[in-house]
């Protein structure tokens, strides 16, 4: 069972009304999260993402008629145009990424689109706090791994590309989001890879006792990274959120107690 997003509302602070926030991604599945966390906080919210659109799994819920929903590619077209989608923001959140088998486009998912807003948020200058949806440190270490599966290079070469753009537009003022591995929702998926709220809630659980949690510890390289829980798309939205309202000191969120304390969300209540 996944507490209520509302529920997150306690933690926030009432100057929240007071802020802008620009979401990179927000039609995404944690993007569209994110956005729904800061239009309930009160706060004054753009996102960008290619169809400027909210999702279908949104359709009709009422906080997707305060969000400002411009469509931008942010790969392709003019700086000129991509400075005027993201305006003028006090903070800024970038859910954008992108997991294919073609390595320059990974590249160019993750690593480019990042660089360039961040180069359009630099200009407004603007920005005070970011955050960003990268992933675990630990997959950053597989690099024998990932140079004889090439084509993931382009993944884990643009999340350090963004993570570079992003602290250097907000020095000291970044909050980097690292899961392993996110779930959430009513279905499955492939591309990206996904598994519903259900199913990802039963194997958190599994991987957080503390025999897997010693086992994890002990393992190499992938077999590692696959036994550590997953974490799910609410607490990794709620953490972005938080961090752009300012709500909690700038940080990396390693894994999934980190992210679930940085959410604020309580823990859900025990099924009898």
Known sequence: MISSPALLLMGLSASASALTVTVAGGSGFVGSRVCKYLVDAGAEVTSISKSGKPPASAAGESWTSSVNWVANDLTRGSMGVLEM??????????????????????LVGNGKANVDICKALAKAGTVQRASYVSVSEELFDLKSVWNYLGFFLGYVDGKRQAEAALASLTPGQLTIVRPTFIYGGDSFGIAPPRVTAEYGSFIEDLLSKPPI???????????????????????????????????????????????????????????D
């Open 213 to 271: 949690v010693a086992l994890a510890g002990v393992m190499p390289g992938l077999i590692k990274i696959a036994l550590r829980p997953p974490v799910s798309a609410e607490a990794v939205a709620a953490a972005c959120a938080r961090a752009a309202l300012g709500e909690i000191e700038p940080a990396e969120l390693q894994g999934l107690e980190a992210i679930k304390t940085a959410s604020g969300l309580p823990e859900p209540s025990p099924v």
């Open 85 to 106: 989608a993201v305006g003028k923001p006090d903070a800024f959140v970038s859910c954008v990424g992108t997991i294919n088998f073609d390595r320059q486009s990974m």
